[in-house]
């Protein structure tokens, strides 16, 4: 295809075919940062959380004053869960993975270090806590039956916690001791040793999942009562189970309310809620775009084939084919896109340094930038298709009359 | 101004390109609508919590950490310890101040059809109510004597009162709150500062508490505190929220009447940290700082990433559609070049046709806006439902409306500024003879 006559028609319409690319390359900037950040967010709401979500529930209770004797008490709650039907398993600890409220801490490889090396979920987990989460140990092993203490002999003495074995999730571990094994470390939480002696695959915090995605379980079995309860039980059973549980509880005990219950599908719901919303305004954002942008595209093209109807019957009588004014018109529009594209890439990179600097987010994959290169190509081709087969459809004899 | 004319020659105009004029209505629209919405959430979310009184509250911040990780210059921490709060107050410098914990009290109404429930409460001191400016509807704060003698007295919000009075006047009612008996002193009317500015770590955007009780009380009762608590050193206490633990957990707010106590606070800060200092309490230099609301709100960076991210977007978005109109009112001008030249022949200034043009695009503009608005309330109406905290106060105010319209007429006829100045350019010899 002859390219010159195009650009010198284009020559006669700068101010039009300016704008164009300018449009497409406004878009083209916006839809490559709108794209990746969809994905990162997709990639959020996916985190894996290490436990049977499906098959979870959790109960939190709250005392109406504060009381003594919480230990007594917990062994009987969790003696009453574990005879309600269909529950398999009962855990009590500290907090459920997106559940928004953690306790963490600084974890440190020397017991005098200035800045942490990383903030991990600390996990107070007791003896039934991987045969109820599903929590999977992918090295060492877990704890063994006299490692387990109760919180208070450990956290209320006064003195500085001393636990002696941990187990941290296997990004914590990278993290510490990257490229090396793990297991036999010491790591230094309250300026106190803790040997790791297992590695866990995935047990996601409560919060702070994007920064410090860090997790550390300790052998000490909760005896203060702001615990959850996890129950494992069968995904279609949860709703009975949860219902079952919360009745023998505050059968047995009225003084108290129940803070929290329901199943760990919905604490992951509720954790993610905006990253989800999020990402569909940004599709919503695309689509609008792109439509907006095609609809610009089309109006262009049927008054540029309006205009030059006349040139277009003279090529014709002349002998051009009806597919030639097709081509005509498409690579006039592949011309202008590719113009957009390349300032629209530039932008898009300028854009990315800008949110770069505001937000957290990081630099801008350069696959994303072939995505809207190749999303705007077809959308402009789509979009002149319409106009350059009418303008083929024109009787040359017809046009010649209108002269 | 005669604009009759232009109106209906505008008018003429979408009649013949019923489409086009649709589309490019329809483009303005969903720009407008997306800015409009993100811009709504937006100034709701960044507003000011207390107009008129917000510049004279500041939160304290000490900086009582250890010295190893010390960075000069650094922020300090904007929470306070249990002891420096209580210090401040007993010395009381400001012109009111008060120190302040959010948490949770389990309630056992009176009557039976009621089960125990657990609701939002903050654990704080007589000047809160005063410094702040909270709506009573009946009754008022309690005392500093109060504060002092850990009474049980309690202010609680209307809803609740009605919750557990029904219409009856709660003041003098007795409540049973974490186990014990709380007399009622007040009842306080709607109030809900926006953000949830005196303690960001409640939610940046929660409700106000529905109980407020002395803090003094609170720790007698060990009721259920709730926040952010960080902790440091080696030393380390049985309990994390008593008086001697190295833990911050505490807001402090002071009211400071004018910017000479405000300087003079300053200094009474900086010289509370050296005597500390001195006293082998703290291990860092004075690092204090006075933030008024709206630079506390600033520095914490209160106003999600996300809400930020979006406006930006939606502009974005507006100047893609605004772009695609002014290609396609240039297009259209141009085609219509002839009747430029004819009109121009008949005796029509530049000026005029110039006004044609923009009467044109404004009144593309102003459709636009029309249709815009029900796109921002449809968009507002998305944002009410997407379960966020502050998802209820998304509702449009009479001034995002006038801004709406004023956005739209602005960006239409700057988007028309173009195609009439390429209008007025045609020259109508030329035109003529080409017919």
Sequence with gaps: ?403 | MMLGYELDLALRSFRRNKVLTLLMVLAIALGIGAAMTTLTVYTILAADPLPGRSDRLYIVHLDPYEAADYVPGEEPTDQLTRYDAEALLREKRADRQALMTGGFVAIQPEQSSLQPFRTEARFTSADFFAMFGTPFASGGGWSAADDEARARVAVISQALARKLFGAADAIGRVVRMGGADFRIVGVMAPWRPVPHFYDLYFGKYAEAENVFVPFSTSRDLKLERMGTLNCWGRQRSKDLTSLEASCVWMQYWVQLDSADKVAAYRRYLDDYSAQQKAAGRYERPPNTRLYDVMQYLRVQEVVPEDVRLQVWLAFGFLGVCLLNTVGLLLAKCLRRSPEIGVRRALGASRRRIFLQFLVEAGVIGLAGGALGLVVTLLGLWGVRHNGEAFASLASLDLAMLGTNFAIALAASLAAGLLPAWRACEVTPALQLKSQ
């Design chain 1, 1 to 403: 295809m002859e390219v010159r006559p195009i650009l010198s028609t284009l020559r006669r319409h700068k101010t039009a075919a300016a704008l164009m690319v300018l449009e497409i390359a406004v878009t083209c900037a916006i839809l490559c940062n709108a794209v990746f950040l969809i994905a990162d967010r997709i990639e959020r709401v996916t985190f894996p959380s290490g436990v049977a979500e499906h098959e979870l529930v959790q109960i939190q209770l709250g005392n109406i004053a504060s009381r003594d004797d919480e230990k007594a008490r917990i062994a009987r709650d969790l003696e009453l869960l574990r005879r309600v039907p269909g529950v398999k398993s009962v855990a009590l600890i500290n907090q459920v993975p997106f559940g928004n409220l953690s306790r963490g801490g600084g974890v440190n490889l020397t017991p005098d270090q200035p800045k942490s090396t990383l903030n991990a979920a600390l996990w107070d987990i007791d003896e039934r806590f991987f045969e109820t989460t599903g929590v999977r140990l992918v090295a060492g092993r877990p704890f063994a039956a006299d490692e387990y203490r109760d919180f208070n002999d450990v956290f209320a003495t006064g003195e500085m916690p001393q636990v002696p074995v941990v187990i941290v999730t296997r990004r914590a571990a990278e993290k510490l001791f990257p490229g090396q094994d793990p297991l036999g470390k010491t790591v230094y939480i309250w300026t106190t040793p803790s040997r790791i002696v297992g590695v866990v695959d995935e047990l996601a915090r409560p919060n702070n999942l994007v920064r410090q995605p860090y997790s550390v379980l300790m052998p000490t079995r909760l005896t203060v009562g702001s615990g959850y309860f996890l129950l494992r039980t069968e995904a279609a059973q949860r709703d009975a189970v949860r219902i079952a549980a919360v009745d023998a509880l505050m059968s047995a005990d009225r003084e108290r309310v129940v803070v929290r219950q329901g199943n760990l599908d919905d604490v992951r719901k509720t954790y993610f809620r905006q990253d989800a919303a999020m990402a569909w305004l940004l599709a919503a954002v695309c689509v609008a775009l792109l439509v907006v942008t095609a609809l610009g595209i089309v109006g262009l093209a049927s008054f540029w084939v309006q205009q030059r109807t006349a040139t277009i019957g003279i090529r014709r009588a002349l002998g051009a084919t009806r597919a030639q004014i097709v081509r005509y018109f498409q690579t006039e529009n592949f011309l202008l896109t590719s113009a957009g594209i390349v300032l629209g890439i530039a932008g898009a990179l300028a854009i990315n340094l800008v949110v770069m600097a505001h937000y957290e987010l990081p630099r801008l994959p350069w696959i994303y930038l072939p995505i809207g290169a190749v999303a705007l190509w077809l959308l402009g081709q789509l979009a002149v298709l319409g106009p350059a087969l009418r303008a083929a459809a024109l009787p040359p004899a017809a046009v010649m009359r209108l002269r």
